[in-house]
């Protein structure tokens, strides 16, 4: 896919985007083809050291703002945007992309870990547009919630599943939220991708089968950033061909 478009450019430069959980996987494909885009980004992250890594490996120098900001806290993401709007002067884009599955299900599974995978998969996206919601309509902004083919179709008794069913659900609300005051919402929805999601899974890597590079997720992500004005792309399932599910 193609970039097309591009929606927003800043009196000073092009159109700020926010990533969460920027610094890995989806997320770092996704800020290094927004920066390609001419997109300034904000990213966060929950460790300093690793964003301020990431940014210096991009060489983008102040093109890219690293900001350490807990997504289920809402003072940090509160704080992220701020220090965004501050640095850039506007913020027209936002992408929550951080999330991550317990890779178990309603018998074997951890409740304690459970809960910390909802905050972080739904409280975190939501959170993330209450903060930004002013400056996304005072610019004509896009929304965009990174769920996931899980979200779809269900897995039998997996709460990863369940919590990205919330978020498509988060999506939908969200649109008819905000859709009156020209605010864009995309859900993409991937299939299987082949990033570090998969280091915290049983056997340390994505099940045998097709699977999609980090860079096809940030495509798709960048193509629903720069439709034209006017235009709401509001579901993007994405999955590798010979992926079932």
């Known amino acids: 896919m193609s970039s097309g478009q591009e929606v927003m450019s ?14 890995s996987g989806i997320g770092a494909a996704t800020v290094r083809r927004l920066v390609a885009a001419g997109h300034r980004v904000a990213v966060t992250g929950r460790d300093q050291g690793r964003l301020d890594r990431f940014a210096a490996e991009l060489g983008a120098g102040e093109a890219v703002l690293p900001v350490a900001a807990d997504t289920t806290d809402f003072a940090a993401v509160q704080g992220a945007v701020d220090a965004t709007v501050k640095t850039f002067g506007r913020l027209d884009h936002v992408v929550a ?3 991550f599955s317990t890779h178990d299900n309603l018998v074997d599974g951890d409740p304690e870990e459970w809960r910390e995978m909802l905050l972080v998969n739904v409280l975190g996206p939501a959170l993330l547009v209450k903060a930004a919601l002013p400056e996304l309509t005072a610019n004509g902004g896009r929304i965009i919630l990174v769920g996931s083919t899980a979200g779809i179709k269900n897995t039998p008794g997996n709460m990863y599943s369940v919590s990205k069913t919330a978020l498509t659900s988060l999506a939908e ?5 905000v859709t009156g ?4 919402v995309t859900l993409i929805a991937p299939g299987r991708v082949d990033t570090p999601f998969w280091s915290s899974h049983p056997q340390r890597a994505a099940p045998t ?10 495509d798709a992500i960048t193509w629903a950033l720069g439709q034209p004005a006017g235009v709401d792309v509001n579901t993007v399932v994405v999955r590798p061909i010979g992926q079932i599910h």
């Open 10 to 23: 800043g009196e000073h430069g092009g159109p700020v985007t926010l990533v969460t959980g920027g610094a």
């Open 209 to 218: 089968g097709p699977v999609m590079t980090a860079e096809n997720v940030a």
């Open 173 to 177: 609300n969200t649109r008819v939220l």
């Open 97 to 99: 992309n951080a999330g």
């Open 181 to 184: 005051a020209g605010v864009g």
